[in-house]
């Protein structure tokens, strides 16, 4: 049973802009830390992205001044808004959690649950 689901994903021309979207409805565990992995075609899955309940925000420095992690409580979303993207973005995207009870000023590489991911393909 998926419990995260990311939609959003396609493909994209150098410059353009994907908001991708993660349905956290299901998911029943603990949520106050979220962000976003995403795996290059033939690299390893990295965090690229956090935000904790108190709203502080991580992201690694290459999409730093281009993508912004939000949530929305209400609706139960999370979302990674990506602009000026580049060839260097194109991978899959992984909505994930920290579930840790004290998570909260954790870092990139904690996460540790994941959903099945959205493709994104970003041509020069």
């Known amino acids: 049973q998926v419990q995260l689901e990311e939609s959003g994903g396609g493909s994209v021309q150098a410059g353009g802009s994907l908001r991708l979207s993660c349905d956290t409805s299901?998911?029943?565990?603990?949520?106050?830390?979220m962000g976003w992995l995403r795996q290059p075609r033939g690299g390893e899955r990295e965090g690229i992205a956090r935000?904790?309940?108190?709203?502080?925000?991580k992201y690694i420095d290459s999409v730093k001044g281009r993508f912004t992690v939000s949530r929305d409580t209400a609706k139960a979303i999370l979302y990674l808004q990506m602009n000026d993207l580049e060839p260097a973005d194109t991978g899959m995207y992984y909505c994930?959690?920290?579930?840790?009870?004290?998570?909260?000023?954790?870092?990139?590489?904690?996460?540790?649950?994941w959903g099945e991911g959205t493709q994104v393909f970003v041509s020069s």
């Open positions: 994930a959690v920290d579930p840790r009870r004290n998570c909260k000023g954790g870092s990139l590489d904690q996460f540790s649950q």
């Open positions: 299901g998911y029943t565990y603990r949520s106050d830390c």
């Open positions: 935000l904790d309940s108190d709203g502080t925000t």
